[in-house]
């Protein structure tokens, strides 16, 4: 008797391990807390940013503009600052908050027709100051210009912003809009790629690699189908080693100097969202039907997991496909292991009653919310943005 309970305890006590996967490291809406955690760990995990830069709307004006409040912290996550905007300004954070983008309008509707733009750094230092165009923050190195009204100019081109030269560096021609869902880059934001629209009747993109400084490395034409959906999703391996882009029911593998490597067919399945391991070895294929793991080396389909979740947004790979985070519309997040069981899945819209959030009130969830999903060495983090309450997850992995 003795031995079949010890048996059976071994058995609950082996089943009970070989479930806990991750374990919870931080979550937290403190930018005090993150930050001097960051801190704590920066030996170990050098390329997890600090929270420098937040923004949060404070009402309206008379005029029916905006106010705004911006913070700006230090590495311990101690306001060192902090300045009102106001009248017909939209606000923009960069996604790794380390800068922000102010933008004044002449009229009523401030995403219309901004009259000035400014970027500002983590120091509150106007790094760029100009006229008629957005910026989209593509790395903590790089902003690009959006340029705003309804048609494209006759040569439309997009202009590359240094975050460490503050100053234009690049002309990109026959570039005219940037969807920001579209862009990715390796894990030291070393290298870029974006998918950018040609002209404004939007058939037509081209697939861009930038590095750091802002040079284009080299680029690649799609053309649309009408019979199939438009645009381009792009993916980056984190070393930068493969660069990824699905078009019409295909996955198109590019090594680091743009020469193609594989074409892969993605037959009945439309709204494709990819991630790619190191040296591009392995797929993560997430449809809003399957999440499938693709042997790009040996031309093999590893498994395949039906979900019923929604449309995937991004997906992202650990450096050694171990791991995968997955965002699917809106606002849930899984995070899988190599064999694809599901280790633990986030809704964040159920984060407006986050036990951290100031005075445990509800807020409005904007649909779908702005994930930053990184992986680095043993922890996955989850940084989104409610309203200028920032939630913030790091979970390690367990083998």
């Not at 989209?136 to 202009?159: N, R």
């Not at 199939?228 to 070393?239: E, Q, S």
């Not at 990824?244 to 593998?253: G, L």
């Not at 040296?279 to 399957?290: M, N």
Request: hydrophobic share 40%; glycine share 4%; net charge negative.
């Amino acid at each position: 008797m003795r031995r079949i309970i010890l048996a059976i305890l071994t058995f609950i006590f082996c089943l009970l391990w070989a479930e806990v996967k991750v374990e919870k490291m931080l979550e937290t809406t403190s930018i005090k807390e993150y930050n001097q955690w960051v801190t704590r760990n920066k030996a170990k995990y050098p390329e997890l940013r600090p929270i420098y830069v937040n923004a949060k709307q404070a009402g309206r004006t008379q005029d029916e503009g905006y106010k705004y409040k911006i913070y700006y912290y230090d590495e311990n996550g101690e306001k060192k600052d902090a300045e009102e905007v106001n009248g017909l300004v939209t606000v923009d954070v960069s996604p790794y908050y380390d800068a922000v983008g102010i933008f004044w309008s002449d009229t009523t509707l401030p995403y219309a027709n901004p009259s000035r733009s400014i970027i500002k750094n983590q120091y509150g230092e106007i790094i760029v100051d100009t006229q008629h165009v957005y910026f989209a923050f593509v790395s903590p190195y790089l902003y690009l210009t959006v340029p705003v009204g309804e048609v494209s100019p006759p040569h439309p081109s997009v202009q590359v912003f240094s975050v460490k030269n503050k100053t234009r560096v690049r002309t990109l021609k026959d570039c005219w809009l940037l969807n920001e869902r579209d862009v990715a880059h390796s894990y030291d934001f070393n290298f870029t790629v974006a998918s950018i629209e040609v002209d404004w009747h939007c058939n037509s993109q081209h697939l861009l690699l930038l590095d750091s400084e802002g040079n284009e490395k080299w680029r690649k034409a799609y053309y649309d189908n009408p019979e199939k959906f438009g645009g381009i999703n792009v993916a980056i391996a984190p070393d930068a080693t493969a660069i990824v882009a699905i078009k019409d029911e295909k996955i198109y593998v590019y090594d680091s100097s743009g020469i193609l490597q594989k074409e892969v067919s993605l037959p009945n399945l439309d709204f494709v969202q990819c991630g790619v391991s190191n040296l591009g070895k392995f797929l993560l294929i997430v449809s809003r039907s399957y999440i499938t793991k693709y042997d790009n080396e040996d031309n093999l389909e590893l498994w395949r997991k039906e979900i019923t979740e929604g449309l995937p947004i991004k997906v992202v790979l650990s450096k050694e496909s171990d791991y995968g985070l997955i965002q699917f519309y809106p606002n849930v997040v899984y995070l899988i292991n190599e064999s694809g069981n599901i280790l633990k899945r986030w809704d964040l819209e159920a984060e407006v009653h986050h036990p951290t959030a100031p005075s445990g009130r509800k807020i409005e969830v904007i649909h779908p919310v702005e994930v930053r999903l990184e992986f680095h060495k043993d922890i996955a983090v989850i940084i989104h943005e409610l309203n200028g309450e920032i939630f913030i997850k790091i979970w390690r992995l367990k083998e």
